[in-house]
């Protein structure tokens, strides 16, 4: 109950925020509204809806994780919410989000290292929540459950706003890179599922074998594909930056001849 009103709170935020024009009078891109508030359904439909309740299932337990990391991240991050704060907060409240950002304190979060080490983190968060005591006591006690789940979708927020985000970030890796730390998952997960496949004691001691093995499906299936998907997300941010970088180009172009046909019918008047 608790989780849905706060769900509900940051949406109705959100919707407000970005229902206000800006000072120059720009609306809020729709897209982006419509991204954070799917990110935010995807992680209420995971977390509480009816799904949840099978989640001592390994399979729905993986697909709930899946579904947490490396599909609520990326369209909250596309909505870009810290843009929106900032672009909405008054000047005053503007200057102190921007002085928490460039803190010193946030260095150890920024910059390539900080970078690499997300990235490993990511991928190293479902080796740690499957493969160790974590998951029985996730699925025993409530209150490890909610910080697993907290933990997983910080460490996919983390990975994919450097990545996929507009907001402001300390590291913006190159094109390559990008596609190089996405393309990761695809090894990644099918490592994971044939551990789990090969088994011979179900995860966290609970359960059947035989559903411990189902769940290596939704990783090896579930995590390739998803990986592929983000690549493609790769894929079009660069389609549409290259697009607009040509529109600017072009509109800039035409505002110089514009100007410059001006110019020579205002001196041609003169004479």
């Known amino acids: 109950m608790i989780g849905a009103l706060l769900e509900a709170v940051i949406g109705g935020a959100y919707i407000g925020a970005a229902a206000r024009p800006s000072p120059r009078g720009r609306r809020w891109p729709r897209s982006r509204t419509a991204c954070f508030l799917a990110g935010i359904a995807l992680f209420a439909i995971a977390v509480q809806s009816p799904l949840a309740a099978y989640d001592e299932v390994p399979w729905v337990h993986v697909t709930q994780h899946l579904v947490i990391m490396m599909v609520v991240p990326p369209l909250l991050v596309l909505g870009a ?71 997983m979708l910080t460490c996919g927020l983390l990975f994919w706003t450097g990545l996929v985000g507009r907001d402001p970030t300390g590291w913006r890796p190159s094109a390559r890179t990008k596609s190089i730390m996405v393309t990761l998952g695809i090894p990644v997960y099918l490592a994971l599922a044939a551990i789990v496949s090969s088994r011979d004691k179900p995860l966290g001691g609970l359960g059947s074998l035989s559903a411990t093995h189902a769940a290596a499906w939704p990783l090896a299936v579930g995590g390739v594909t998803l990986t592929f998907a983000g690549l493609v997300l790769l894929a079009a941010q660069r389609t549409g930056a290259r697009a607009g970088s040509r529109e600017r180009w072009n509109a800039r172009r035409m505002f110089a001849i514009s100007s410059a046909m001006a110019t020579q019918q205002a001196m041609a008047r003169k004479r």
Do not use: C, N, Q
């Open 81 to 151: 919410p810290i843009t929106l704060l900032l672009r909405t907060a008054s000047p005053r409240a503007r200057r102190e989000i921007v002085a928490v950002l460039r803190d010193p304190a946030m260095k150890p979060m920024s910059g390539r290292v900080a970078g690499i080490g997300l990235g490993l983190e990511y991928y190293a968060s479902m080796f740690l929540v499957m493969l160790t005591p974590v998951y029985k006591l996730a699925l025993e006690h409530e209150t490890v459950h909610v910080a697993v789940h907290a933990y």
